[in-house]
């Protein structure tokens, strides 16, 4: 069965809507392992919109927690997750004025500096993963920086079945991404915008052993509750 990473990080959008301490994330991680996750994800943006330092350090320390830190290349916040020491780190591009993750990095550009950061985590036995594009090129210059593992975004594949259009391309490049990198011995993880039907759609790409959620989950909890709707994906990664 696939593993089902939850992205927690809109539990903390909602408690700084108030400035307040409710709903706070350090429960709601917890919470999310005792209901079946297999791991927590959170992201400290240089921002620092949701998740913030105090967070991250309080999560990364429960014990028997899986913690998955999706950071960018800024390199304050790598030396902040060096010393938070996560489980996992995800590296994400990230821009200041996004809304959210909007596509993988640029690996061609920035291959020195995520080499070095890359080698500085696998040191300190750190399991790394970096959040691609599904473009095969990509994926060779991942197996260069000798990552651990790779994120495969897939927003625009979630965009295009939301607003029901032509997906079928855009699919074939994500199997033929996951294909190619199992077969360089990369673990292939996938996540962004993914809801129910975009998860039982990637759901049958056998070298996808990780899916990480988020939005979807916290937003379709405030009508079912994150128990059942925690279940319901576990259900769909059963088959
Ligand atoms: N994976 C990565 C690397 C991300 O940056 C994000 C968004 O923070 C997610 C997964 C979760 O995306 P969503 O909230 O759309 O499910």
Do not use: W
């Not at 959210?100 to 399991?127: D, M």
């Not at 599904?134 to 295009?160: K, M, Q």
């Amino acid at each position: 069965m696939k593993r089902l990473g939850i992205n927690i990080d809109h539990v903390a959008t909602l408690r700084n809507a108030r400035g307040e301490f409710h709903p706070d994330p350090i429960y709601a991680a917890k919470f999310v392992k005792k209901i079946g996750a297999d791991s927590v994800t959170i992201h400290l943006r240089e921002d620092r919109r949701h998740i913030n330092d105090i967070d991250a350090k309080k999560i990364c320390s429960i014990k028997r927690l899986l913690v998955n830190l999706e950071i960018s290349t800024n390199k304050y916040i790598v030396n902040k997750a060096l010393s938070i020491k996560p489980d996992f780190i995800c590296i994400v591009p990230e821009n200041r004025k996004e809304i959210t993750t909007e596509g993988g990095l640029n690996l061609k550009k920035n291959k020195k500096n995520l080499k070095r950061i890359i080698s500085k985590f696998k040191k300190k036995k750190i399991r790394t993963s970096l959040f691609v594009n599904p473009n095969i090129n990509d994926i060779r210059i991942a197996r260069e920086l000798n990552t651990d593992c790779i994120e495969i975004h897939t927003g625009h594949l979630s965009n295009l079945i939301k607003h029901k259009k032509k997906y079928s391309n855009e699919l074939k490049r994500i199997i033929r991404c996951s294909i190619l990198a199992k077969n360089f011995g990369i673990e292939v993880h996938a996540g962004h915008g993914l809801d129910y039907k975009t998860t039982k759609i990637l759901n049958k790409i056998k070298e996808i052993e990780e899916f990480n959620i988020g939005h979807f989950i916290i937003g379709e909890s405030v009508f079912f509750g994150l128990q059942k709707v925690v279940q319901k994906f576990k259900k769909i990664l059963k088959n």
